[in-house]
């Protein structure tokens, strides 16, 4: 707090009391992901809140999360998880626009009818017609493929066990599917 008196603009000191820089230091300047390190701008702050809280208490177990989240809150408070979802969720979204287009109409098919022969349920009824996301169900809507799949891969793996209702979902994709899904996805606005 040595320096708290460079701060003379009231206006500017909620904003500088939040270390963002702690975050967009991987997630990119200003949120909309890097590498492994998803866009975090325009995302749920209920479901924000949710996952810091899941990567703290180390219930969100998957390697990446474990290396690289479980750090950046072990230190982070509900009300300061709070602070960050306010911040991130307000920040203008992007779309990735990285999978494969060829793959965005199967993607989608899946996205809004599911499959009832192999067992997969509609994405659309939670997530959105748009991807958009409600409350604690995220935005999926323009996240990177390699995300969407990283993420659509685990739960068939046993990691992040506690985010009901995905694992029981992710584990009847087929790699064909997470690879459409995923493809469709990242294009959407
Ligand atoms: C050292 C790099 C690093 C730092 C620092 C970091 N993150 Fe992350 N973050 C990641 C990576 C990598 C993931 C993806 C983990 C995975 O694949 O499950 C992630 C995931 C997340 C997610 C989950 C997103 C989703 O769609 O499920 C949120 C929310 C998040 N970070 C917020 C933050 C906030 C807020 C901070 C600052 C307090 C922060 N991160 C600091 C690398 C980082
Ligand atoms: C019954 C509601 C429901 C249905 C149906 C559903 N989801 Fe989800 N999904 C959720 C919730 C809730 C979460 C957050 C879980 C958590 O982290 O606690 C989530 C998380 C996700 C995530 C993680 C996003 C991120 O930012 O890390 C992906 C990817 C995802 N869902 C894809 C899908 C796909 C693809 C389908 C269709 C095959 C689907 N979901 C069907 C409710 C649903």
Redesign the pocket.
């Known amino acids: 707090m040595a320096f708290a008196c460079w701060s003379s603009s009231p206006g500017t000191q909620a904003q500088e009391a939040l ?2 820089r ?2 967009t ?3 990119g300047s200003s949120a909309q992901g890097f590498s ?3 866009r ?1 701008a325009g ?1 749920k702050p209920h ?2 809140v949710r ?2 809280l899941a ?1 703290k208490d180390h219930s ?1 177990d ?1 390697p ?2 474990a290396q ?2 479980w ?3 072990a230190r ?1 408070s509900p009300e300061l998880a709070s602070e ?1 979802a306010a911040y ?1 969720a307000a920040l203008p979204a992007e779309p990735a626009n990285d999978g494969n287009s060829a793959l965005v109409e199967a993607g989608k098919a899946l996205y809004v009818q599911g499959a009832a022969e192999a067992n997969v349920v509609s994405c659309v009824v939670c997530h959105g017609p748009n991807g958009e996301g409600f409350e604690a169900i ?1 935005r999926l809507g323009g ?1 990177s493929y390699g ?1 969407l799949k ?2 659509l891969e ?1 739960w068939s793996q046993g990691f992040h066990a506690s985010a009901y209702p995905m694992p029981r979902v992710a584990t009847s994709l087929s790699p064909e599917e997470i690879d459409a899904l995923a493809s469709y996805l990242s294009f959407l606005k």
Do not use: D, K
């Open positions: 270390p963002t702690n975050c230091w991987c997630h492994t390190a998803p975090i995302q479901y924000i996952e810091l990567f969100r998957n990446t999360s690289y989240m750090g950046a809150t982070v960050f991130f995220p996240l995300y990283s993420r685990q």
